[in-house]
């Protein structure tokens, strides 16, 4: 029992020096620039940062998209968007990562209603709520965090190219974050339940994103996309409620205090998503406003084809699809 709690006191006295030097120092998105007449799809774009990033380009004039699993929860999100910006231009839609029908409804909707997309914010993402599978014989986590934002990525491809110009490329923003450093690439076991500690998967599943990102800038040829991935820093969310242990709920109550606030969390994906300086770059890692090293493994050529090639298996991407986000 004090061993638990020596682990509980280490964890919340960890956070609080990583958490507040983090904060401290925090940098934020300096770009000014305005999106009047250019759409922007935020998953997730309903709370945490995701609400914050969605707002921000409502006040830059976008066409905001956001979308996340639960009805009530989107139309309060999209609600408070539209009172913060004034802009009336925010539309939710129905989107489960955990489903891979539920991907191909969202962008077969999208390709109906939009004619445009400038930018796509991967944001969503579930931090630990448990280990089980989906429908789609997946593990929940990975399915969420990285299957499901591939897909929806290889997607939205077309769509994105069809948009972007080489003098103003439209771009691909995917949140990762530094506990991709723990991750892991073990093709036989990655869509397994039971076989990992939680946070593991989490980890393995920021790791393949970051390797993605990698994959994606290499095989996109088309100047009108760019990628980039970024990882938020230690950020006051619910993610941290998402597990069932007793004590979650107080160890979020402290990160909420102590982390950064979502609109300071939110500012490297602003920055990766909006200014001309991180505009230059393809398939790098940003952190606190700069672009930085991110874990070995993610520069790993071999893995991240390996994980290319899996993935499209395992989403099921037809030929078809995959010609037409890389045909010219
Ligand atoms: N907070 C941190 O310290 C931290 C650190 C590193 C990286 N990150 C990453 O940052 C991103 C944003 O996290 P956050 O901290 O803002 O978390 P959050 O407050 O829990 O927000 C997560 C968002 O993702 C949506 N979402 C969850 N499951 C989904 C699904 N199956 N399909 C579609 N959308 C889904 C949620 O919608 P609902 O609310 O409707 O479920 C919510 O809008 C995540 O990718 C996370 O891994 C966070
Ligand atoms: C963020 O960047 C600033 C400026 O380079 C730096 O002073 C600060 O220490 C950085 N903060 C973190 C958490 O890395
Ligand atoms: C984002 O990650 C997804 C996998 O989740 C991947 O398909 C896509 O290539 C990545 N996009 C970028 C811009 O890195
Ligand atoms: C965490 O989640 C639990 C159960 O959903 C909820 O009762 C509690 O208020 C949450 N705590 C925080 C700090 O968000
Ligand atoms: C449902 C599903 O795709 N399951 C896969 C999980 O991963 C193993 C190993 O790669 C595959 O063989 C399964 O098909």
Known sequence: MSVILLIVEIIIIGGMVVGLYQKNTNLVCKSKKRYDGKTVLVTGGTAGMGLEIAAD??????????????EDEGLHGKKLIIKSSGNHNVVFKLLDLSSLQSIRNFVA???????????????????????????????????VNYYGTFLLTMLLLPLLKKTGTPSEPSRIVNTSSVLHKFG??????????????????????????????RELAKRMKSPNVIVNVVDPGAVGTKIYNSSRIAWA???????????????????????????NRAGQFKGEYFKNCSRVRAGELVYDEKLATRVWEESVRLVKLSDDELNQCFSS
């Open 57 to 70: 380009f409502a006040h830059r004039g976008a066409r905001v998209i956001v979308a996340c699993p639960y």
């Open 109 to 143: 909707d999208i390709l109906k209603t939009e004619d445009r997309l400038d930018i796509l914010m991967n944001n969503a993402g579930v931090g630990i709520p448990g280990d089980f599978l989906t429908k789609d014989g997946m593990n929940f986590i990975m399915q």
């Open 184 to 213: 892991k690439i073990d093709f036989e076991n990655w869509n397994k339940t039971g076989h990992w500690a939680k946070i593991r998967i989490y980890g393995n599943s920021k790791l393949c994103l970051a390797l993605f990102t």
């Open 249 to 275: 709920s107080f160890v979020s109550f402290i990160f909420l205090i102590l982390f950064k606030h979502p609109w300071e969390g939110a500012q490297t994906a602003l920055y990766a998503a909006t200014s």
